[in-house]
C-alpha cells in the first residue's frame, strides 16, 4: 500500500484530501506546518508528499528544499493557488514532481498521484535492473580476464537462459558453486529459490527424506511433514554438491524423480511434480567415476546435458593478481582493515605458488595476511602459505636420523599429511581427500586408524 503525506494547515481541506485518499486505497498521514512534517517524514517515511506552498512557519518551499537534500526518494507534489503558479513552477524546477492548483479537481488530483507513483516505481524498477546488471558484469570482472575464465563465461550465458542440465567439474576450491549461482542468476530462474545440497555431508540412509522429505508418521520419530530438496528448490534450480558421492541406491531414486519430474515423500501416497533445473558438481572425473562402476551411467548421460570444467587457479596465473584485489577488498571490509595493495614481491610469489587449494586457498590466505599487516602494502613477512614449497631437508629424514623406526615415521607423516589437507578443507573430509587425491573412504578408513575420527 502507498503511503501518502499530506502537509496542510487547512483542517478542512486535509479531512477532505484524506477521505478521498483513503477511499482510493491510499495509506494517509497528515500535519499542518513543515516542522512535524520533517518529524512525520523521519518517523514513517511517505512514498509521496502533498505539499501546500503557504504554510505558517517553514514554507513550502524551504520544506521542499529539505526534501531534495534529504530525502530524494519521496515524490512531491505541490498545492497552490491558481494566482501562484508561477511559484509552482519554480518549485518543479526546484524538484517537485508536479503541482495541482486549488481548488482542485478531484480525478485531476488522483490521476496526476497516480502517474507520479507509476513513474516513480518504473524508475525504480529501471534502476534495480541496471543496479544487477553492473553487479552481474562485476562479478564477471572481479572472476577474471584469463582466456579460461572469458571462455567459461561464455559457456554460461550460453547454457543459463535454458533448462538443461550442467555438470561443473574441476578441483575443490575452483569455485563450483560460484559458477552455478550465476547460472542461476542470468536464468529465467533467478526470482525462484535457489538450493544447495552437498552430497558428501548426507549420510546414504538419509539422503531420500533430504531431497524428498517425508510425511507424519513415516517413520519413528517422523512428527511432522518435511519439505524435501528438491520442492523447496521447485521453480527454481537445486545444486547437487559432489554428487559422485551418492549411494547407487540413492543414484536410483534420483534418476527417477529426473525422468518423472515428480517426487515421492517417504510415506506419501502420492507423487509430487516437480519443475526443477539440476546442477550438480564434482572435483573427480566422472569418465573414471563410471567406468570405476561407482556411478550410474545412465544417470550420467541423463545429468551430462551440458559441461562446464573449471580450471585449476594454477592455469589461471592472469587472473592470480586480480582475484587477491578482490579478496583484500572483502578482507578490509570484513576485519575492519585499509590495507591498498601488495608488494611486487608478494604478487611474484602468489604467481609462482602452485596453489593446491586453489581460489579457496587464496582467500584465507589474503585474508590472514590483511589482518597481519601494520601497514597499507601486504609485504611477504605477513604471507603465509599453507604448503611451502622449499628445497629444505624433509622432516621425516631428521627422524630416521634421530633413530625413530620406519613405521613410526611412516604414520606421523600420514597424520601430518591428513591434518593438513583437514586445515585446507576447512575441515570438510570429502575436499581433504581431493587434495590428497585418495578415495573419501580410504580417507574415512585412515583416520580411524589414526585415531582422527
Keep these: 500500500m502507498d503511503s501518502i503525506l499530506i502537509v496542510e494547515d487547512n483542517k478542512d481541506l486535509q479531512f477532505i484530501l484524506k477521505n478521498i485518499l483513503e477511499m482510493e486505497g491510499y495509506k494517509i498521514f497528515s500535519v499542518g506546518n513543515g516542522t512535524r512534517a520533517i518529524l512525520e517524514v523521519q518517523n514513517n517515511p511517505p512514498d509521496l508528499m502533498l505539499l501546500d506552498m503557504k ?15 534529504n530525502y ?16 509552482a513552477v519554480n518549485a518543479m524546477k526546484l524538484g517537485a514532481y508536479d503541482y495541482i492548483t486549488k481548488p482542485f479537481n478531484n480525478e485531476e488530483l488522483l490521476l496526476t498521484i497516480k502517474k507520479a507513483i507509476r513513474t516513480e ?20 570482472k572481479v572472476m577474471g580476464k584469463s582466456s579460461e575464465i572469458v571462455n567459461i563465461i561464455k559457456k554460461v550465458n550460453l547454457i543459463a537462459p535454458t533448462d538443461m542440465s550442467v555438470i561443473l567439474q574441476g578441483k575443490s576450491g575452483t569455485g563450483k558453486e560460484v559458477i552455478a549461482r550465476m547460472i542461476h542468476e542470468k536464468s529465467n530462474r533467478k526470482n525462484k529459490s535457489f538450493v544447495a545440497v552437498d552430497c558428501g555431508a548426507i549420510p546414504a540412509t538419509l539422503i531420500e527424506s533430504e531431497l ?56 506419501g501416497k502420492k507423487d509430487v511434480p516437480v519443475d526443477v533445473r539440476i546442477i550438480v558438481t ?87 595476511a590483511v589482518l597481519m599487516t601494520e601497514g597499507s602494502i601486504v609485504q611477504m613477512s605477513s604471507v603465509t602459505f599453507e604448503i611451502e614449497e622449499k628445497n629444505e631437508i624433509p622432516s621425516y629424514i631428521d627422524a630416521l636420523e634421530a633413530g625413530e623406526s620406519f613405521n613410526d615415521i611412516v604414520i606421523s607423516t600420514e597424520r601430518d599429511l591428513i591434518m ?32 582422527l575420527l
Design 282 to 368: 564434482s572435483n573427480l572425473d566422472f569418465q573414471d567415476v563410471v567406468k570405476q562402476g561407482n556411478f550410474r551411467i545412465d544417470l550420467f548421460h541423463r545429468l551430462n546435458e551440458f559441461q562446464i570444467l573449471l580450471p585449476e587457479l594454477k592455469q589461471r596465473v592472469q587472473d592470480i593478481p586480480i582475484l587477491a584485489k578482490q579478496f583484500m577488498k572483502e578482507a578490509n571490509k570484513e576485519l575492519g582493515r585499509c590495507v591498498k595493495a601488495f608488494s611486487k614481491e608478494v604478487l611474484q610469489a602468489f604467481s609462482q605458488y602452485r596453489w593446491p587449494g586453489n581460489i579457496r586457498e587464496m582467500k584465507y590466505l589474503v585474508k590472514r
Design 212 to 267: 524428498f522429505g517425508y510425511e507424519v508418521g513415516a517413520f519413528t520419530g517422523a512428527v511432522s511433514r518435511k519439505i524435501g530438496k528438491f520442492e523447496e528448490a521447485n521453480g527454481g534450480t537445486l545444486l547437487l554438491d559432489e554428487i559422485t558421492n551418492l549411494s547407487m541406491d540413492g543414484q536410483a531414486k534420483l534418476l527417477r524423480a529426473l525422468e518423472v519430474r515428480k517426487i515421492h515423500r517417504i510415506g
Design 55 to 69: 504554510l505558517p512557519g517553514m514554507d513550502g518551499m524551504s520544506l521542499l528544499n529539505h526534501m531534495r537534500v
Design 72 to 87: 530524494p526518494d519521496i515524490l512531491v507534489i505541490m498545492m497552490t493557488a491558481y494566482g501562484d503558479v508561477k511559484d
Design 121 to 140: 516505481s518504473l524508475t525504480r524498477e529501471v534502476s534495480d535492473l541496471r543496479k544487477q546488471l553492473d553487479e552481474k558484469a562485476k562479478c564477471e
Design 420 to 451: 593438513k589437507a583437514l586445515e585446507l578443507a576447512d575441515g570438510n573430509k570429502t575436499n581433504a581427500a581431493d587434495i590428497l587425491k585418495m578415495n573419501r573412504k580410504t580417507l574415512y578408513r585412515r583416520m580411524k586408524n589414526l585415531d
